[in-house]
C-alpha cells in the first residue's frame, strides 16, 4: 500500500501539460527553421571555403603543350564552379535572411519551399561539376599519354585507365551522396516538417 500511496502523491503533483497558443507554436517553428537555414548557410560556407583553400595549396597548372582551347575550358571550368558555389551560398543567405525579418506565415513557408529548392539544386551542381571535373581529369592524362607514347600503347592506356576511373568516380560519387544525404537532405527533411506544421495552425 505504500508504494501505491507513493505512486498516487507522484501522479498528484505533476500539472497539467501546458497548452501554447497559436502565435507560440508560430513563434517556435519560426526559430526552428531560422535556425536550420543558418546552419545549411554555415555548411556552404566552410565547403567553399575548404574549396578555396585547396585551389590555394595545388594550384591549377596548364601544360604548356596544351592547346589554347584547351586551356581556356579548364580556366572556364573552375570560374564557373567557383561563381556557382558562391551564387548559391548568396541564396543560403537571403533565404536565412528572409525568414529571419518575416513573421508572416505564407513567406515563412515560402522560404523553406526556396530553400529546399535551392539546397536540391546546389547538390546537383556539385555532382555535375564533379562529373565534369573528372571528365576532364581523364582527358588530360589520356592526352598526354597520346602525346607521348606510341598510338597502340595510347589505346590501350585509355581503356584501362577509363576503367579504373570509372569505379573511382562511382565510389567517390557514392560517398558524396552520402555526405549530402546525411548533411544536407536531414536539413532540408527537418525544413519540410516544419513547413507541413505551419500549415497545419495556419
Known amino acids: 500500500m505504500d508504494e501505491l500511496d507513493k505512486l498516487k502523491t507522484t501522479w ?16 517556435m517553428l519560426h526559430g526552428k527553421s531560422r535556425s536550420i537555414i ?3 548557410f554555415i555548411i556552404s560556407v566552410i565547403e567553399l571555403l575548404v574549396g578555396v583553400c585547396f585551389s590555394i595549396a595545388i594550384p ?6 596544351y ?6 575550358a579548364l580556366w572556364g571550368m573552375e570560374i564557373i564552379s567557383y561563381c556557382g558555389i558562391v551564387y548559391f551560398v548568396y541564396g543560403f543567405f537571403v533565404n536565412y535572411r528572409h525568414v529571419k525579418n518575416t513573421s508572416n506565415v505564407n513567406d515563412h513557408i515560402e522560404s523553406i519551399v526556396k530553400t ?15 562529373g565534369i571535373s573528372t571528365l576532364f581529369f581523364g582527358f588530360e592524362k589520356v592526352l598526354k599519354v ?30 558524396m551522396k552520402f555526405y549530402y544525404r546525411i548533411i544536407y537532405q536531414r536539413l ?8 507541413e506544421e505551419l500549415i497545419e495552425i495556419e
Open 12 to 27: 498528484s503533483g505533476i500539472s497539467e501539460p501546458k497548452q501554447f497558443s497559436k502565435q507560440e507554436i508560430n513563434k
Open 116 to 130: 529546399r529548392r535551392l539546397v536540391e539544386l546546389y547538390i546537383k551542381f556539385n555532382i555535375y561539376l564533379f
Open 188 to 195: 532540408v527533411s527537418k525544413l519540410q516538417r516544419n513547413k
Open 60 to 65: 591549377l597548372k596548364v601544360e604548356d603543350e
Open 146 to 175: 597520346f602525346q607521348e607514347k606510341p598510338f597502340s600503347y595510347g589505346i590501350f592506356y585509355a581503356i584501362f585507365f577509363s576503367i579504373v576511373l570509372f569505379f573511382v568516380f562511382k565510389l567517390i560519387l557514392r560517398v
Open 38 to 40: 543558418k546552419w545549411v
Open 67 to 72: 592547346s589554347v582551347m584547351y586551356s581556356v
